[in-house]
Each structure stands twice: as C-alpha cells, then as structure tokens.
T-cell receptor, first 111, second 112 residues
Framework: DQQVKQNSPSLSVQEGRISILNCDYT??????FLWYKKYPAEGPTFLIS?????DKNEDGRFTVFLNKSAKHLSLHIVPSQPGDSAVYFC??????????FGPGTRLSVLP | DTGVSQDPRHKITKRGQNVTFRCDPI?????LYWYRQTLGQGPEFLTY????????KSRLLSDRFSAERPKGSFSTLEIQRTEQGDSAMYLC??????????FGPGTRLTVT
C-alpha cells in the first residue's frame, strides 16, 4: 500500500520553462511534506518543505503547493535549468515521525 | 561540518555473512534515521534514533537487522546472515528534531 505516490516516473522540460512535479498521498494524518532532489551516486538533498497549515511555500525558483482536500501537492520549478535534472522525491510525515517517500520522478531539463 | 558521512560506500559480501555500516551525522543533530533504497523506489524507512534512544522501527526491519547509537552520536546498522534480498542502498540521515533530514551518500550493499 503506497501512501505517497508520484505517478509520473519521468518528465522532460525545456530550459527556461516551468517544471511541475506532482505527488499524491493517502494518509490524512500526514502533516508535513518535503521535496528532495537526488543526483546519481549521492544521497537525497532537501529542497523545500510545507506544513499542513499552509497551502504554499516558496524558496527562490522552487514553490510547493499543498491541496489538503485533494491530498495532493506539487513542486513548481521556474525557470527550469539543466542543473535541475535529477530524481525528485516527495516525502510526508505525521507528528514528525513515520517519514514516507514516494518512488520519485526523473526530471530532465533540455537545453 | 561536512555533513552526514557513511562508511563504507560500497560493500560486497557473500550470502550468510554479517555486515556492519557506520553513519556519522551532522554534529548538532539529535535525530538519526536509517533508510533502505532499491532501484526505482524511494527511500524506505527502517528506524530512527533520538539521541541514543531508538524510538521507531519499521516492520521491514527483520530480526537480522540491528541498529545502535550508543552515545547519541554515530550509529551502526548491522545485518546478520545476509540474504540476496538485502542488496540495496542503505541511507543514513540526520535532523534537528523533526525538521528536514540531511542524507549521507549511502552504502551500497551487494550480496552474492
């Protein structure tokens, strides 16, 4: 039973355009959501997070949107750069425990 | 601080052997997590410590797996009687309380 889903295994975007990565969850107890980026041969790197009391959090080119009623969150990267090419993981937790990761989406930003 | 470090980076072992991995977290972080990641999947939670106390263990953590964090600093993860299904990347992460986790580079285990 996958509690955190990323239904798009891969995504290709042109440099300079917007990248939108999606994530759905099933556990209504999740109250904290995070996005991580992973390059080959490295551990995941924290990007941005959002608490369930908010519906948007922005950090530079990265914005995360949370729709609690739909149990859906998305990561927007604008403008996309070739260095953003990586695997992106969505993660969720409840009360600071039980961290669950999605299977990841491979983003390719084409020059 | 150079971040979370893990040792070794790669380990090849024969089925039935025991292996031990080490993780050194970011020094001011009180929480330390172990995850396992297989190809095409996200990290799967195994266990976590708050200081030296092991607070949660996943059902994925069979009796052959044991983790320690004796002084609330570094941690070890031991797998006894390894099986081919144990082949995976083992990731360690640390955090300050329940904030974002910082991951190490991982230890890739291959059981032949």
């Amino acid at each position: 039973d996958q509690q955190v889903k990323q239904n798009s295994p891969s995504l290709s975007v042109q440099e300079g355009r917007i990248s939108i990565l999606n994530c759905d969850y099933t556990n209504s107890m999740f109250d904290y959501f995070l996005w991580y980026k992973k390059y080959p041969a490295e551990g995941p790197t924290f990007l941005i997070s959002i608490s369930s009391i908010k519906d948007k959090n922005e950090d530079g080119r990265f914005t995360v949107f949370l729709n609690k009623s739909a149990k859906h969150l998305s990561l927007h990267i604008v403008p996309s750069q070739p260095g953003d090419s990586a695997v992106y993981f969505c993660a969720a937790s409840s009360y600071g425990q039980n961290f669950v990761f999605g299977p990841g989406t491979r983003l390719s930003v084409l020059p | 601080d150079t971040g979370v470090s893990q040792d070794p980076r790669h380990k090849i072992t024969k089925r039935g052997q025991n292996v031990t991995f080490r993780c050194d977290p970011i020094s001011e972080h009180n929480r330390l997590y172990w995850y396992r990641q297989t190809l095409g999947q996200g990290p799967e939670f195994l266990t976590y410590f708050q200081n030296e106390a092991q607070l949660e263990k996943s059902r994925l953590l069979s009796d052959r797996f044991s983790a320690e964090r004796p002084k609330g600093s570094f941690s070890t993860l031991e797998i006894q009687r390894t099986e081919q299904g144990d082949s995976a990347m083992y990731l360690c992460a640390s955090s300050f309380w329940e904030n974002e986790q910082y991951f190490g580079p991982g230890t890739r285990l291959t059981v032949t």
